[in-house]
C-alpha cells in the first residue's frame, strides 16, 4: 500500500499520544494527522497542532477552550467530547488512535466502532468496563481492532502463524514494576514518587500506578479475553522483568511462539497502524549478544492482590468489572494526591466490587451508570 492515511488521536498529548506523532514525524509520506485530541495540555496540544498541519483540535477542558482557538487560527478548534466523537466519524478518517486514559475513552471508541473506523486501541478501560458490547459492535459494524498495548500485539502476532490453529494458553508477560523485590511490609508504606519509577517503560502516572500495583496486567488479562476469545483459564501472567518477551501463546502440541522487541511503544503503534505492512522505525534493536539472561517468574498475588482482583472480576462478569475500572480510577487518583496508602487502592476496590449490586447482562447505560455509582462509592471512603 502506498496511500497516505489520515489518523484521528484521541488523547494526543499523553505518553501513547506523543509517540504516535513521533511515528507520523518518521513517515510523512504514509501518514497524516485529521485530528488531535486532549483534556488539559492545552500547550502540548497546539504545539502538536502547529508541528503537524492538523486541520481538528478538540480540547475537552472548557476553561481552556478559548486559549487554545486564539492560538489555532484557521484551525478547527471544538470542545468536548462529543466534538471528539463527531470528528472521529468523519469520511476523512482511516485510523483512530484510542490513547485516552479511563473511561473516558469509551464514547469516543464506540463513535468511532460505529463508523466502521479502523481501530488501534490502546484505552484498556474500554474493553475492561464493557468488553462484551464493544467487541459485538466491533463485529456489527466490521471495524478492525488492532492492540496497541505491547503485550496483546505481541499476541496479535504470533497468532498470525498460528493458520488458524486454537490457543491452548497465552502467556501474558509482565515487568513486575518497581516493587517487585520489595517486602510487601516496604511496599505498604511506598511513596507516589518511587511508584512513578518504572524499570522499563516510561508511560503517564495512571498507567505507571497501574503498573505498580500489577491491576495494569489485571487489565490486560480482561483485555485478552475479549480480543482473542479465550477463558480466563487460558491466560497465564508470568513475571518476566526484562521486559524483552513482550508475551507467547502456547499450542495444543506445546509449541510456544513469542515475539521479542526492545521496549518501545513506538513498535506496536506504529504496526497497528500500518498492518500488514512493517515500516522502518529509527530506535534501538535487540542485542542477543548482550543479552545475559531471561527470568521468568510466577507473580505474587500476596504483594499483588490487584492482579487477583482483575481474574475475580472477570470470572463475575457483568457489571463487575466496570466497578472494578471506576473503583481503581478513583483509588489511583487519591493515591497521587497523597489521600490514601499503596494498600488502600485494592482494598478500596475490594469493597466497591462487594458493594456494587451486580448486573448479569449489562446495556451500555447500565456501564455508566455503573462507572458512576462505583466512582462515587469508592469516592467516599477517602
Known sequence: ???????????????????????????????????????????????????????????????????????????????????????????????????????????????????????????????????????????????????????????????????????????????????????????????????????NWDMGAKITIDSATMMNKGFEVIEAKWLFGVDAGQIHVVVHPQSVIHSMVEFEDGAVLAQLGCPDMRLPIQLALSYPERLGLEGDRLDFGALKDLSFMEPDHDKFPCLQLAFYALGRGGNIPCAMNAANEAAVAAYLHDKIGFYDIPDTISRVMAAIPYIGNPSLEDIFATHQEAYDMACKSF
Request: charged share 15%; hydrophobic share 45%.
Open 1 to 199: 500500500m502506498t496511500g497516505k492515511k489520515n489518523i484521528a488521536i484521541l488523547g494526543s498529548t499523553g505518553s501513547i499520544g506523543t509517540q504516535t506523532m513521533d511515528v507520523v514525524r518518521q513517515h510523512p509520506e504514509r501518514f497524516c494527522v485529521f485530528m488531535i485530541s486532549a483534556n488539559n495540555n492545552a500547550e502540548l496540544l497546539v504545539q502538536q497542532a502547529v508541528a503537524f498541519n492538523v486541520p481538528n483540535v478538540v480540547i475537552c477542558n472548557p476553561e481552556k477552550y478559548a486559549w487554545v482557538k486564539a492560538q489555532l487560527p484557521g484551525v478547527n478548534v471544538q470542545l468536548g467530547i462529543d466534538a471528539a466523537c463527531e470528528l472521529v466519524q468523519a469520511p476523512q478518517v482511516d485510523v483512530v488512535v484510542a490513547a485516552m486514559v479511563g473511561f473516558s475513552g469509551l464514547k469516543p471508541t464506540l463513535a468511532a466502532i460505529r463508523a466502521s473506523k479502523t481501530l488501534a486501541l490502546a484505552n484498556k478501560e474500554t474493553l475492561v468496563a464493557a468488553g462484551e458490547l464493544v467487541m459485538g459492535e466491533a463485529r456489527r459494524f466490521n471495524a478492525p481492532i488492532y492492540p496497541v498495548d505491547s503485550e496483546h500485539s505481541a499476541i496479535f502476532q504470533c497468532l498470525q502463524g498460528a493458520m488458524g490453529n486454537p490457543i491452548k494458553l497465552i502467556h501474558l508477560t509482565a515487568s513486575g514494576g518497581p516493587f517487585r523485590t520489595w517486602p510487601r511490609e516496604q511496599i505498604a508504606s511506598a511513596r507516589k514518587d518511587q511508584a512513578l519509577k518504572h524499570p
